[in-house]
C-alpha cells in the first residue's frame, strides 16, 4: 500500500479529521463580484436589465457605482449600487445579496431599495424586510 493511503486512512480511522478554513472574502472582493457581474449583464444585454415589482415594467439600467458599505445578514453578504435608468435618468438603490460558496460567489437576489432616494422597504430588528407604502 502506498505510503500516502497508509496515512490517510490512519488518519480516518483515528477520528480525529482535518478541517479547512478559509479568510472571509473582503469586502472589495464583494464589491468587484458585483461589478464584473454588472458588466457582464451589460455586455450581454447592452444595460443591466431587471423588472420593476412596483409596475411590471423592465428597467434597463447603467452602473453609477457601487456602495463602500458590504455587511452580512445570515449567509448572505450585501452591498447596494447606485444605478441609473437610460430611458427616465432615475436613480435606483439596489441591494444586492451574495452568498459565499467556499471562495467563489453566487448572487442570491437583487432588490430595488430606493427609486430616486425613496425608499421602498426597511428591515425589522430580525431583519425581515418590510414594505414601505
Keep these: 500500500m502506498n505510503r500516502f493511503v497508509v496515512v490517510l486512512l490512519a ?13 472571509e ?5 464583494l464589491r468587484e463580484f458585483i461589478r464584473a457581474y454588472l458588466a457582464q449583464q451589460e455586455k450581454l444585454q ?4 431587471i423588472v420593476d415589482p412596483r409596475t411590471g415594467g423592465l428597467r434597463r439600467l447603467e452602473l ?3 456602495h463602500e ?19 427616465t435618468g432615475d436613480l435606483l438603490d439596489l441591494d444586492f ?15 430595488i431599495h430606493k427609486d430616486n432616494g425613496s425608499p421602498r422597504y426597511t428591515y425589522d430588528e430580525n431583519d425581515n424586510l418590510i414594505p414601505l407604502p
Design 11 to 23: 488518519v480516518l480511522l483515528s477520528g480525529v479529521h482535518p478541517t479547512v478554513t478559509y479568510a
Design 69 to 87: 458599505r458590504v455587511g452580512k445578514t445570515g449567509d448572505y453578504y450585501y452591498s447596494c449600487t447606485d444605478m441609473k435608468d437610460v430611458q
Design 97 to 111: 445579496d451574495v452568498e459565499d460558496l467556499g471562495g467563489k460567489f453566487g448572487l442570491v437576489d437583487i432588490r
Design 46 to 49: 447592452g444595460a443591466f436589465a
Design 25 to 29: 472574502p473582503s469586502p472589495e472582493m
Design 64 to 66: 453609477v457605482r457601487v
